[in-house]
């Protein structure tokens, strides 16, 4: 593995271009200097946008203008400083966009009350003599239906100017996590010194040497425990923000609160915790396993990432995996492949990890230009599967986008992992009716399990954490190291079951989970999944009619409510009945491993 490159010293031709954003940095600067200066014009619409249509529908337009030119700058600043967290010329962009961004939303601020001043007639008037507003009225029915936790302009101003201390421990999280966290040197299996990266921390754990599985936990999460005490400060305060904003807005908890701007019951985050909870023994009966087929005495932590079939792996580089992937996504139809395959080839993934480059993967949706993704290709199954996984969400922003005006071009955050996960199960799929070898599907299976595990299992553990440190806030105590760790721990033991030795030190991993600082944002990762796993199967067995229902999904943005547009593609997830499905699939394919070990 050896050191890092710096970003200077890595091919272009793996980089993402920015430049489709801004041809250069003093370009930034212009449009930065006049989204600057056009905020004090946003100030001189208050009080006039209900004057008549016409002025409805200037003002909006000019702000909804405004803000796209704002998204640019936002996001070219943010995928720059991505690139090289050690930047910090960038990170000075990043953190003015930022401001900006908030300055904007405090000179909104008195936008939608002002709205919700005119009457719901008035409104319908106004859309039937100018009918260009109408394009406005799923904006304008959204509007009403959060009415009661909508506050007066003044009070919408001093909130929106405190978004950036409101969003300050997640930025400050970031900050420690990508760019100040050093992980220790550990020997490797061939016997070389290697430092742990968070890119490399699961390649690490996946090593057939349970010596350097168990070097690099250990490395990993005795870090985090030397700034255990920063980030649970760090993580109290996001939650007391989230508290507070909810709390502002008249809501009874920070879960009703981030729910309901979707549109979303909390009856389906409890109906997903009881879902998953009931279907515990299945995935205690996959940690059984997963020890008999790893041939160890006992299993730790430690051996969670290992997979159970041994040298069948494959390497996959980056160029293979694009041709594998747009092969696997042939179902959805000629269109979206050649839409895809152009956007592969022309700029929009940023591919292999470099020093001070943003940990994971993300996908973002520049409106007006086209999606960016940011990888760390480590040419490994996982890494052909997270192409899969961000280009299901650059598909899903290109759609949108294509489609959509500016004000419901960023889809909600309950659908956002659906389109990802469609492709992740298309992938498998293509995948599993190639392979012929024994050992081979088996691979598959214990990759498709370890989807599950990750996705339905895993991240609903993370939900039921996120539950129960807000509702320990909100009762009136304090989150505190012993208490976080604790409650994550008990979470742990609860969801490996009794053949799994819960080590301490993964006690300590929650603060690491950068997720915890989005604001109830996990549990759509197990929605989402157990949905798309509903889709894809519909896509295969119905063919050019799903794949219609399901572009409609992409097209939509937040043009429809989440709840509403996932239903028009087939799948009501008011029901459990996705969520269980989905976990009968698992339980199905732990007994198809299980038979296939067996012989």
């Known amino acids: 593995m050896g050191e890092l490159p710096l970003r200077n010293e890595t091919d272009p ?194 090593s057939r040497d349970r010596r350097v599985r168990k070097e690099a936990f250990e490395g990993f999460y005795n870090t985090y425990g030397k700034v255990k005490h920063t980030t649970t400060a760090l993580l109290s305060a996001q939650v007391n923000a989230n508290i507070f904003s909810a709390q502002t807005r008249k809501y009874d908890t920070a879960r009703e609160a981030a729910l309901a701007r979707n549109n979303i019951p909390v009856s389906v985050y409890d109906s997903l915790i009881d879902a998953v909870n009931s279907k515990l023994p299945a995935m205690h009966r996959y940690v059984t396993l997963r020890k008999q087929m790893l041939g160890l005495p006992d299993l730790h932590m430690y051996d969670v990432y290992v997979p159970m079939v041994d040298a069948v792996e494959n390497k996959y580089t980056f160029e293979d995996s694009k041709e594998i992937v747009k092969e696997a996504l042939k179902p959805l139809g000629k269109e979206y492949v050649e839409k895809l395959s152009r956007g592969l080839d022309s700029g929009w993934c940023d591919v292999y990890e470099n020093k001070g480059k943003r940990s994971g993967a993300y996908s973002c949706g520049v409106f007006g230009v086209h999606p960016f993704v940011l990888l760390n290709h480590q040419d490994t199954l996982d890494s052909l599967f997270t192409l899969a996984h961000e280009m299901g969400h650059a598909m899903h922003s290109f759609y949108t986008d294509a489609t959509q005006p500016f004000i419901y071009s960023d889809y909600s955050i309950f659908v956002a992992e659906v389109a990802s996960t469609v492709n992740e199960a298309l992938l498998m799929n293509y995948l599993l009716n190639k392979v012929t070898d024994r050992k081979q599907r088996m691979y598959l299976l214990n990759h498709y399990l370890e989807e599950f595990k990750g996705t339905v299992f895993r991240q609903t553990m993370f939900a039921e954490f996120e539950k129960t440190i807000h509702e320990k806030v909100e009762s009136g105590a304090a989150l505190t190291v012993d208490y976080l760790s604790n409650t994550y721990k008990a979470l742990n033991e609860k969801y490996f079951g009794p053949e799994m030795i819960v080590d301490d030190l993964i006690s300590l991993e929650w603060s690491r989970i950068p997720h915890f600082y989005l604001n109830f944002y996990v549990f759509q990762y197990a929605t989402g999944y157990s949905s798309a796993i509903a889709l894809a199967m519909g896509i295969l067995e119905e063919g050019e009619k799903a794949v219609t229902r399901y572009l409609d999904f992409l097209k939509a943005g937040s043009s429809v409510y989440p709840i509403d547009i996932l239903a028009h593609a087939g799948v009501d997830m008011r029901s459990p009945e996705p969520i269980v499905k989905a976990l009968d699939v698992f339980e199905n394919i732990v007994l198809e491993l299980e038979n296939l070990a067996a012989k």
């Open 13 to 206: 031709k793996y980089h993402w271009h920015l430049n489709d954003i801004f041809d250069s940095d003093e370009d930034w600067e212009a449009i930065f200097t006049k989204v600057e200066n056009n905020l004090p014009q946003l100030a001189t619409l208050k009080d006039t946008l209900g004057e008549s249509a016409k002025s409805l529908l200037t003002g909006l337009e000019f702000i909804n203008s405004v803000g796209s030119e704002l998204i640019k700058l936002y996001w070219y600043a943010r995928m720059r400083a991505d690139e090289d967290a050690t930047n910090s010329d960038y990170q000075s962009r990043s953190s003015r966009a930022q401001s900006l961004l908030v300055k904007f939303e405090a000179e909104t601020a008195f936008v939608e009350p002002e709205i919700l001043a005119l009457s719901e007639k008035t409104i319908g008037d106004y859309m039937t003599n100018t009918p260009e507003l109408k394009i406005y009225q799923h904006y304008f029915t959204n509007l009403w239906r959060q009415k009661n936790h909508i506050l007066p302009p003044k009070e919408e101003e001093i909130l929106a100017r405190a978004g950036q201390i409101i969003e300050a421990p997640h930025s400050i999280y970031g900050m420690l996590n990508n760019a100040d966290m050093v992980f220790p040197e550990i020997t490797d299996e061939n016997g070389k010194k290697v430092q742990l990266t968070h890119g490399r921390f699961v390649p690490l754990m996946q």
